[in-house]
């Protein structure tokens, strides 16, 4: 780091898949981590690999959703930690399903999460980066922001994470703030291995086929994504802003 300051990240969704894999990666870096998850206690295995490895790590429960859950939760993390100006907005659901067949109860809670999410956790981050002059934002998109059959619901939230990304790039820049969104292809977590159920497949066989259609040949793991998050999140990518990086193994149209 460029600074004597230890930078206060805050990964959301962090209990597990890429969440766990940023919030490890963050602390690589020599961040400070605060994961939170929806599950409290669900956050001590990623907590513990950091604080294990000689850094500095809080789990904190709470629903991103909610908005006073979200003002506690990042009033804890500046309490406990210090001021957070890194946010990554990982948190995400599925309730894939037809059109057709899809709840309105599924719609909702799947915009929800992701993207009012996403807002109230870079609402409540945003004064703390605006303060310091200095501030990271990295959302998750998804390679299904192009569109995907039984995803209305996550497809839309996802490609609306890439234009809150771009408009929190214009509106923040000039306080030192970048935003960037990261959107993942096929990355080997639990979501994949739901959609590898709810089409039937075993998921060693969901993961073969997506393989074949990928140019490098193999699917993607959490550090994948991780690698791309701890660039932008980084003090050399201050000229890097309202950028959309797919990591999908190859070109997406």
């Known amino acids: 780091m460029s600074t004597t300051e230890q930078r206060v990240a805050i990964v959301t969704g962090g209990a597990r898949g890429i969440g766990a894999a940023t919030a490890v990666r963050l602390a690589a870096e020599g961040r400070a981590v605060a994961v939170i998850d929806l599950d409290e206690a669900a956050c001590k295995e990623t907590v513990e690999s950091i604080t294990g490895a000689g850094g500095r790590a809080i789990g904190v429960g ?51 999460v992701h993207l009012r999410g996403a807002f109230l956790m870079t609402r409540a981050v945003q004064k703390h980066m605006v303060d310091a002059k200095f501030g990271r934002v990295v959302n998750l998109s998804s390679s299904s922001a192009l569109g995907n059959r039984g995803q209305a619901n996550y497809s839309a939230a996802k490609a609306g994470m890439q234009g ?20 993942p292809g096929f990355i080997v977590t639990d ?63």
């Open 164 to 183: 809150f990304t771009k408009t929190l790039a214009i509106e923040l820049g000039k306080f030192g703030v970048t935003a960037n969104a990261v959107a």
């Open 62 to 112: 709470a629903d991103v959703s909610d908005e006073a859950q979200v003002v506690a939760a990042v009033a804890r993390v500046a309490e406990e930690l210090g001021a957070p100006t890194i946010l990554v907005n990982n948190a995400g659901v599925l309730r894939d399903n037809l059109l057709f067949k899809m709840s309105a109860a599924d719609w909702d809670t799947v915009l929800n």
């Open 191 to 253: 979501m994949t291995a739901a959609t590898a159920a709810r089409v039937g497949m075993g998921f060693e066989e969901f993961q073969a086929a997506a393989a074949g259609q990928i140019p490098v040949q193999r699917v993607g793991r959490p550090e994948d994504v991780a690698n791309a998050i701890a660039f932008f999140t980084g003090e050399a990518a201050g000229f890097v802003s309202g950028q959309v990086l797919y990591i999908a193994g190859g070109p997406l149209d």
